[in-house]
């Protein structure tokens, strides 16, 4: 294995392990990380001549067009620059770009990858596990967000998210017959698993659990378990309801249910209530948005220059908007939503565009499951920028692989 080589595959181990380090957040070492290891990197891939695949063209067309609408956006610095905490401005996507072609460039094999990348899992997963047992069983005092571990990312969604992407790579590793591997995939599989237990992650323990089952139903073979299955699911749904454990229901329904809540015992920071928000605020410029990283500053300006959001000129407003008008939202926990904001209706079809076809390159392979775990869980969560590498990762995996 080449120097190259070991410096991909070391970038994607290590990139999730980075912590906050002498003033850098979470994100912002992790970025810097990426940002100068791929520099590192490029010097070596330069000399390689690029390919420009179907894929690689839809792709720089979709940074051009972040590029460009972030140029001519509400405030280009923080566009292209990227601003606190997630620092994705236009650079950073630009780098991301990169890093998709030096793996489509690269010939590192797919059980090398997931060996890799489930490493880096266990580790980040048992750190989430060790920390949880520290605050919970022993009172020690942990980094935590509102009383929940954050291992390795400063939020416990984020790293939750991390190890749920990981699980289908376990479970690749653990269908080789190498026994060594298996071993591997299982051990890795079952870390993940509690960790994002441990990190009270809704939509990541759902995922996962999901994951989990079609892994069983893979194994068994057994189509009767389907009905199970979806009896288990049916009589869980009923009685979170019926008992209101709002496990599920609770964080996207019962808001809607309820004109004037009491915001007393409950947040308004809920995707129910920001979503239709930002779905005003995107028809107020829904072709070319407003730039990266811009969120913030768009949803002020709109409860600004809306005066009849203001509670002295109505006194019937309602009490959810006077909250959201004092939240400092930078992302919408919805990523078409962000692209709408960030650049309108041009880069959600470019986007779009990638998507589609790395979905049709990926039938029938092992890599469309990682990947349609992305694509359903940044509808509900904001990104690190570990997931967007996961999912360049992935565009680059699969368009070499469909040549071979």
């Known amino acids: 294995m080449g120097f190259k080589q070991i410096l991909i595959l070391g970038i994607i181990f290590l990139l999730p392990l980075l912590g906050s380090f002498k003033g850098f957040g979470y994100e912002q070492i992790k970025v810097l990380f990426f ?52 620092s ?30 489930t490493g880096s899992a266990a580790v980040v997963g048992l750190i989430a596990i060790k920390d949880w047992v520290l605050l919970n069983l022993f009172n020690q005092q942990i980094p935590t967000y509102a009383g929940r571990v954050v291992s390795t990312f400063g939020q416990p969604n984020f790293y939750a998210g991390f190890l749920l992407l990981i699980l289908p790579f376990s479970y690749f590793l653990f269908q080789k017959p190498s026994k060594k591997l298996q071993i591997l995939g299982f051990s890795s599989g079952l870390i993940s698993m509690i960790g994002i237990l441990v990190s009270y992650s809704r939509s990541a323990i759902l995922l996962s659990f999901i994951l989990l089952i079609l892994a069983l139903i893979d194994q068994l073979k057994i189509k009767k378990i389907l009905i199970m299955i979806f009896l288990i699911f049916i009589t869980a749904a009923f009685l ?46 829904p072709i070319l948005g407003y730039g990266l990283e811009n969120i913030n500053l768009v949803f002020s300006n709109y409860f600004q220059t809306n005066k009849h959001y203001l509670f002295e000129e109505n006194l019937k407003i309602s009490p959810v908007l006077i909250s959201l008008k004092e939240l ?28 589609g076809l790395i979905l049709k390159k990926s039938y029938r392979t092992i890599l469309i499951v990682p990947l349609l775990t992305y694509l359903i869980w940044i509808q509900f969560q904001n990104q690190s920028v570990v997931h967007l590498i996961i999912f360049w990762f992935l565009a680059g995996v699969i368009d070499k692989q469909s040549e071979i």
């Open 35 to 86: 940002i100068v290891s791929i520099s590192l990197l490029g010097l070596f891939f330069i000399k390689k001549q690029i390919k420009w695949t179907t894929v690689s063209k839809l792709a720089g067309l979709f940074i051009l067009a972040l590029t460009l609408t972030s140029l001519i956006g509400i405030n280009p610095q923080n566009s292209i620059l990227g601003t606190y905490p997630y």
């Open 88 to 117: 994705q401005g236009a650079i950073l996507y630009l780098y991301l770009f990169l890093f998709f072609l030096i793996v489509r460039g690269s010939n590192i094999k797919l059980k090398t990858y997931a060996k890799v990348l």
């Open 328 to 355: 400092n939202i930078d992302r919408t926990h919805n990523y078409l939503l962000d692209l709408f904001l960030f650049s309108g209706l041009l880069g959600v079809l470019g986007w779009l565009g990638l998507v």
């Open 240 to 285: 979170s309801v019926k008992f209101s454990s709002g496990f599920i229901w609770r964080e996207f329904f019962y808001p809607t249910t309820i004109s004037n809540p009491d915001l007393t015992k409950e947040s308004v920071e809920k995707r129910v209530y920001i979503w239709p928000v930002s779905w005003m605020v995107i028809l107020q410029k």
